[in-house]
């Protein structure tokens, strides 16, 4: 493409500081180096964890171009680059995968030692950034930011698509749809006939009941304290709706009253503490399996009685669903295109990318589920 090697000028989103507003701004955008690739993207998801950057509770160091749910197409390549080339559709995932470290190495393992997610730096491996905004450096978001007209990003974090999959939609296989998806299915490994709680149904919850779902659950129970997402949770799956609001008692009693003995699987899709030990204590406490997948405030501690585990409960964790991202985010596409998948339900509103700010509302007043950032035409 003409842009190829050069700087190119467009808009994106500064978080200048925490707590404010974004700024619709130019940026100079580097061309990729080696083994990097730039991207114009084409739509972005607005994630709960871009979020919890925004009100300060994760530290992702600022100024930064936040967005980590994208997708669009390849528009030049550094050198050495071999997995995409200049016009590749293609998904822009938080999560690399070398190929080589030793958690990629590992048959299960997906938690990439080149991730810049748990103590974020937000610059390339080169300890550089490609992004400048008013003379100032920029920093990148997880290596993936896509609240921006282009990024560069890693080849290891850059997963091919198929060339027919929609770009306005794909984007949430970047992180919301998998995040959820992938708890119940690869790391709960919900089994049919079982009884699911979800704690928390936005985004990531309501992928979370996609995946129980598909796995045979016989009953999956969605907690929440906003009425809307009950509603449309019911509409995904769930069984039973829960409001912790209308009981006086804890939570966690009110299910282990429902199922009698407690949870086969929880999932907790929220982030705070209070509701993680909910999670673990509406499982029941032989062999149930309570599994976090909210994004806690830094530096927080969770704190249980270890005798909750000694009789035989599972505790576990996971990022993005345990997907290794180049392997499976095409295969995960290729079954939404296929339908095996019903993600649509989670879109709930899209907007242009230049109101941006209207879509962190939506997310913070929980009007939507997921809302979708579509980078039109330039002059809109
Ligand atoms: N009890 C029950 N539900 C709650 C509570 C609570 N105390 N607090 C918030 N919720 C609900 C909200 O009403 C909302 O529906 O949790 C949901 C959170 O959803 P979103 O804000 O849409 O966030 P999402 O993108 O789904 O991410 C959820 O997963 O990946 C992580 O960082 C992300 O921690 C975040 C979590
Ligand atoms: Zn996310
Ligand atoms: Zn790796």
Redesign the pocket.
Known sequence: METAGKVITCRAAIAWTSNAPLSVEEVEVDPPKAGEVRIKVLSSG????D??TLDGT?PVPLPAILGHEGAGIVESIGEGVSSVKPGDKVILTILPQCRKCDSCLHAKGNCCLKEDIFSPVGLMLDGTTRFTCRGRKVHNNFGASTFTEYTVMHEISVVKINDAAPLENVCVIA??LP??YGAAVNTAQVTPGSTCVV?????????VVLGCRAAGAARIIG????VG?LARAKALGVTDCL??RNFKKP?QQVVVEMTGFGADFTFE????I??MV?ALESCNLSYGVCVL????PTGSQLSFDPMKLLSGRILKGCLLGEYKTKDNIPLLVDDYMKKKIDMDPLITHTLPFVKINEGFDL??S?K???CILLFGDPSE
């Open positions: 607005i994630c709960g964890t979020n919890h994760f992180c919301g995040t959820g704690v928390g149904l936005g985004g990531v919850g309501s992928a907690i929440d304290i906003n997402k409001n912790p939570i899709a929220i982030g705070t209070e509701t909910a997948i909210g994004v806690s997310l913070r929980g939507c589920v997921r």
